[in-house]
């Protein structure tokens, strides 16, 4: 019978985990763009449709008016995850405006987008990492490192 109730818990356990399928994070760290350093927020959600994750984020950089960056990328990826930790990938289009480091001139261009997250949740639904992220163009790409915060779903 106490085997039966164990496996009762621990199938309800990763049932529940299994059911975490989204996440959103708020972020904020440092960027580098052409050898010029700033400092850059993220917001990011996350969500599984299927077997598949796709993450749509909005980023910018807070310290500098030139060059102005922001950039709206939507990713498909995936993440290996347990009760404490997430690791996840995300690689996709993003759309980035903004101003030339070299003349201030505006621009827009589409570009690869990529983030890599490490989440560590001491916290069963909230959690704190690191991120990696890069938005690589023809006009201005850049490349970045920010600690976010993290909150799941819960269910």
Do not use: H
């Not at 399928?21 to 969500?47: C, M, Q, T």
Request: net charge positive.
């Amino acid at each position: 019978c106490s085997s039966d109730l164990m496996y009762s818990f621990a199938q309800q356990d990763k049932d529940s985990l299994k059911s975490k399928k989204e996440w959103s994070d708020i972020g904020v760290g440092a960027l580098s763009e052409k050898g010029n350093p700033d400092v850059n927020f993220a917001l990011n959600y996350n969500r599984s449709i299927g077997k598949a994750f796709y993450q749509v984020g909005f980023n910018g950089n807070i310290l500098t008016t030139t060059p102005y960056l922001s950039v709206i990328n939507l990713g498909i990826g995936d993440r290996i995850f347990d009760r404490y930790f997430l690791l996840s990938g995300f690689t996709g289009v993003g759309f980035m405006w903004g101003n030339k480091t070299e003349n201030g001139a505006p621009f827009s261009t589409i570009g690869l987008a990529t983030t890599i997250q490490l989440i560590l949740k001491p916290l069963k639904d909230l959690g704190i990492g690191i991120e990696l992220y890069s938005n690589l163009n023809f006009i201005q790409s850049n490349t970045g490192l920010r600690i976010v915060l993290s909150l799941s779903n819960g269910k």
